[in-house]
């Protein structure tokens, strides 16, 4: 994969690459050159941790999108649902933890600081501990494995703001492994899922014929349309669906031929790529088929069993919980569909210790033709490129890990 920095941006005055570390700072596609850090940055969401937080949480999430208070309070029953507390934040606890433990088997020296965009612990919280304990270079994970906008420009936009808010640009640079959509150990996890879900199949239901009345839906949260089109770099060509569904496209082809090889199934299987957790107005375009309406197309269509993939997350969040262990198993019952959920890397070993193997290639240069990527769009770019998932409603802001803008 080969990129050209144009000249006007060369010659710009504001630096190719806003906070990183020298290497980074070139702007090149991947930095093959070793890098000293200090410390791993864990970058999630952030989640409520009871009722009270629910409300102020979700003003975190949607400020500056003028989304009025009932639309909150409708999606605050989700979290209102379980407690008000949201799963996300244990789950990165119990990340957090497997990285360090995988750090320490492997005799690496490397802290792990944990920030969420949303709630506490905030980005800048993680900032401040950073300064506080004399860490200056840090990589960041980013608990989102594909391209667009709130996957992944979001964080860098946060990076930049949490660096802001606490005065230390020019003393913390942060660099940001690439996205692992297609990575074998993001992948791994969900090959096991799907084999285990034919095997389990095959020895529960034998009459069901797993080439014509199983479907696989792969799912991942849906995004505007718009965005979904300015996702990964324009000069790629990803076409309406951008590097977001091109990427997920490519994962789910690998993951059905990987799984059917070990699950010894010798026939094509019925799949397809879905979408969940549409929160947009009805005007507005978004990435469709909705799962539910997918779903409710099987029975004409011969289905009697459905596997639900969550191929776009990476722990059992609320998107996860609610719209498929809860609505989408109800469309499951209300249609007579045999439904198996496979589970998400959460902290799956290979997943793991492919988080720390990201963090390595980083800290050693390792060459790009020599990084793992189990689909032909990778390995993605470690410094993402001019223009790259654009926020097609409010333009570019600052950003740290990617060239400018």
């Known amino acids: 994969m080969t990129d050209t920095i144009s000249t006007s941006a060369a010659d710009a005055t504001e630096p190719l690459v806003r906070d990183a570390t020298p290497a980074a700072a070139t702007g090149k596609p991947h930095i ?69 433990a995988e750090l320490e088997r492997r005799g690496i020296d490397l802290p792990v600081l944990w920030g969420n965009r949303n709630w506490d612990p905030y980005l800048r919280d993680a900032v401040l501990e950073a300064k506080e304990r004399g860490f200056t270079k840090l990589i960041a994970i980013a608990t989102s494995a594909y391209s667009s906008f709130s996957s992944c420009r979001q964080y860098r936009e946060d990076f930049w703001i949490a660096l802001e808010e606490t005065n230390l640009h020019g003393e913390i640079q942060i660099d940001k492994v690439r996205q692992f959509f297609d990575h074998p150990g993001f992948v791994t996890p969900f090959v096991d899922g799907v084999r285990d879900a034919y095997r389990q199949l095959a020895t529960d239901r034998p009459d069901i014929d797993l080439a014509s009345e199983v479907e696989v839906l792969f799912t991942t949260h849906s995004i505007p349309s718009a965005d979904a089109r300015k996702s990964g770099p324009a000069e790629r060509g990803f076409g309406e669906g951008g590097a977001y569904q091109a990427q997920h496209l490519a994962v789910a082809e690998v993951v059905m031929e990987s799984a059917k090889r070990e699950a010894g199934i010798d026939v094509d299987v019925p799949w397809k790529l879905v979408f969940q957790s549409r929160s947009g107005p009805p005007s507005v375009p978004w990435l469709e088929p909705d799962i539910n309406d997918a779903m409710g197309e099987l029975p004409a269509a011969g289905r009697k069993a459905v596997v639900i993939v969550p191929l776009g997350f990476v722990s059992d969040h609320m998107e996860v919980m609610w719209d498929l262990d809860n609505e989408a198993m109800e469309t499951a019952d209300e249609l007579s569909l045999l439904a198996i959920r496979v589970p998400t890397p959460g902290v799956h070993r290979d997943y793991v210790s492919g988080l720390i193997d990201l963090v390595l290639e980083r800290r050693d240069g390792v060459p790009a033709d020599s990084r793992p990527s189990v689909t032909a769009l990778g390995p993605w770019y470690d410094v993402c490129r001019p223009g790259c998932c654009e926020n097609a409603r409010l333009g570019f802001k600052p950003a740290a890990a990617g060239l400018v803008p």
């Open 32 to 100: 093959e050159e070793p890098v000293a850090y200090d410390a791993i940055l864990l970058a999630s969401f952030g989640g409520p941790e009871g009722q009270d937080d629910v409300i102020p949480f979700l003003r975190n999430v949607t400020r500056g999108r003028g989304i009025p208070e009932e639309r909150l309070e409708e999606v605050a029953h989700h979290y209102r649902h379980f407690g008000g507390v949201s799963p996300i934040n244990d789950q990165n606890r119990e990340l957090k933890a497997a990285l360090e």
